[in-house]
């Protein structure tokens, strides 16, 4: 009960600030009187709006788009239309300017799928460019230059909101939106956003598909840009060609990357410094390029995370401060917890498995059998293809030649998030981890094909919703109890030492409750205190029912807890066996000390 009310009480002091800058908008007009902060209070809102989605798409999918003005113009116009020239009323037009803002939105995100993100930058720009030109080239519809005039506000009944009337309504979409976006934030659509922004390959092995999350993200941003849009029309009137610039689609970009990318506060705080001050500040209009590009190139110099992540940081620098470190580790006696897997163990089989890389031949027709519920490790020098049959296993490397059997059905062609949901879990060579969230989040996301809540449920917050994702909070926090890491459980991942951040992508893994967990080198960097403790705990994981195949350098570590060793070199199998066998056998000590002279 004291835990339930510690984390109200934590709600409370981090909404406390959103609350006052709510109540201040809203009591604005009816302090200062003046329709011009009135209108500029509104114009404000509707800018946080619209960079609240490109937020969700730039900084926490990683999708850096210069589209999100052409979007505002879709619904802007298209709820001019339908209200100005059909007589529909605003409750109507909007969530249908809204859902074509949402298809064009889909659109701009089909190059997505096979681009780099500043690739799609381009492709966005020029989708900016010629969203204007459209305007203007289909006069009949979008009356040309002229644009459309005379667009009425919306209507309650026989009641016609005024100026002070769709400020509020903007502040309760704004609200709303902020609920929903920090709901989506903490739950597996954020992690898996992130995921795909920080480590793509890492995201599909924990059975995130990329070209779907960045599709949601893009429909996201493509809402919230139509419903900007939307409000936008009945705030003005009218729309104009000129409303919709390519400086308009920068704009929302520089907002976001000004006020914190990936920082909730970001869009608000960008909107005030880029757009509120400005325009306030009217007397330095002649000074104002030079002001803002000389604080622009600052602000990336010594703040690049934005206003609200250097903030975040200066924070967190003074809570380390004033709080000893924690020294909390992993008692060695005692093995760690490891949950039984979601199903029977899984086997691997590899026929005539090939993998080149341009002359580089890494895998020659590997012929291997994994049995289920076996620590199945995989040795040999480094160059020899250990990590590439890793790959192929997981599908994160299609083969050139061969086939991967998994439970008996052939994988060859199946992408990398079907294996995890298969059960198929993965640890890296080298961590990859998402450095800036924390470490029961990191934990979390090896849980993201468990969880049944769909993305509904989430948004609502429905309780059976949000059940799943406390009893999963309290097994992460177990595991990280386990690895040592209890006390430090809201740190951020990139705070921890090399061997620290090898144990937290371990107990990622294990979160994830596999049938076949994969492991490339999770000794290295490791202490003996450490070491030793991963070794209980493969052989754990093995005595639940899970198999493990375990690439490893650590010959010690390797002779203790697998059951079979195959040695590869330069891509070709050499032996497979019990440890003892294999290690001693003369054609892997020639591997590993070269022949006799």
């Not at 994160?396 to 991967?404: I, S």
């Not at 070199?569 to 003369?586: I, K």
Request: hydrophobic letters at 50%; a neutral charge; proline letters at 6%.
């Amino acid at each position: 009960m004291s835990e339930v009310r510690g984390a109200r009480s934590r709600a409370v002091r981090r909404a406390a600030p959103w609350l006052v800058l709510v109540a201040a908008a809203a009591a604005l007009p009816l302090v200062s009187g003046d329709p011009t902060i009135t209108y500029l209070a509104t114009t404000a809102g509707i800018y946080v709006l619209v960079g609240t989605g490109l937020n969700l798409m730039f900084g926490y999918t990683g999708q850096v788009s210069l589209g999100q003005g052409a979007l505002v113009a879709v619904g802007a116009y298209t709820t001019g239309i339908l209200m100005a020239d059909h007589d529909w009323t605003f409750w109507a037009a909007a969530p249908v300017a809204v859902a074509v803002a949402v298809g064009a939105g889909t659109l701009m995100a089909l190059p997505a799928f096979r681009l780099s993100s500043w690739y799609i930058a381009l492709v966005t720009l020029g989708a900016a460019m010629a969203a204007r030109s459209l305007l203007v080239e289909f006069e009949g519809l979008t009356g040309g230059w002229s644009g459309l005039m005379g667009i009425p506000r919306p209507a309650l009944g026989p009641w016609e909101l005024g100026e002070r009337d769709i400020l509020w309504l903007v502040l309760a979409v704004n609200v709303m939106l902020f609920v929903m976006v920090r709901t989506i934030v903490g739950s597996r659509l954020g992690r898996g956003m992130m995921a795909v922004r920080d480590a793509p390959e890492m995201a599909q092995s924990v059975g995130v598909a990329p070209a779907r999350m960045k599709l949601f993200a893009f429909a996201c941003g493509g809402a919230t840009a139509g419903l900007g849009g939307a409000l936008l029309a009945v705030h003005h009137g009218l729309v104009t060609p000129d409303d919709f610039t390519l400086d308009f689609s920068i704009l929302f970009l520089l907002v976001v990357i000004i006020g914190g990318a990936a920082r909730l506060a970001g869009p608000v705080i960008g909107t005030l410094l880029f757009f509120a001050l400005p325009e306030l500040l009217t007397g330095l209009a002649e000074w104002r390029g030079l002001i803002y590009g000389a604080a622009l190139l600052v602000l990336m110099v010594y703040a690049p995370q934005g206003v609200a992540g250097a903030w975040e940081k200066l924070r967190a620098r003074r809570r380390s401060s004033g709080v000893p470190a924690d020294t909390d580790t992993a008692d060695p006696g005692i093995p760690i917890e490891a949950g039984p897997p979601r199903g029977e163990p899984l086997g691997v089989e590899l026929i005539g498995v090939r993998k080149s890389f341009g002359g580089v031949h890494a895998l020659r027709g590997i012929d291997l059998t994994i049995e289920p519920g076996t620590v199945h490790a995989i040795v040999g020098p480094n160059g020899s293809g250990k990590t590439t049959l890793l790959n192929v296993i997981s599908r994160l490397l299609r083969q050139d030649e061969g086939q991967v059997i998994l439970d008996a059905e052939d994988v060859s062609r199946a992408p990398a998030e079907r294996l995890a949901r298969r059960g198929v879990a993965r640890v890296f060579q080298t961590p990859r981890l998402l450095g800036t969230s924390s470490l029961r989040d990191n934990v979390l996301l090896g849980a993201y094909t468990r969880e049944r809540s769909g993305g509904p449920a989430i948004v609502l917050r429905l309780p059976w919703a949000r059940r799943e994702q406390a009893e999963l909070a309290a097994e992460a926090d177990r595991l990280l109890a386990g690895h040592g890491l209890a006390g430090r459980a809201s740190e951020e991942a990139a705070s921890l030492p090399h061997g620290e951040q090898r144990l937290l992508e371990v107990a990622r893994a294990l979160m994830a409750r596999p049938r076949l967990l994969l492991m490339d080198e999770p000794a290295a960097g490791l202490t003996p205190r450490e070491l030793e403790s991963l070794g209980r705990l493969i052989r754990a994981i093995r005595d639940t029912g899970t198999t493990v195949v375990l690439v490893e350098h650590h010959i010690e570590l390797v002779a203790s807890v697998a059951d079979v060793v195959t040695v590869l070199d330069r891509g070709r199998l050499v032996t497979s066996g019990p440890p003892q066998e294999a290690l001693g056998d003369a054609r892997v000590v020639e591997v590993y000390l070269g022949a006799p002279a």
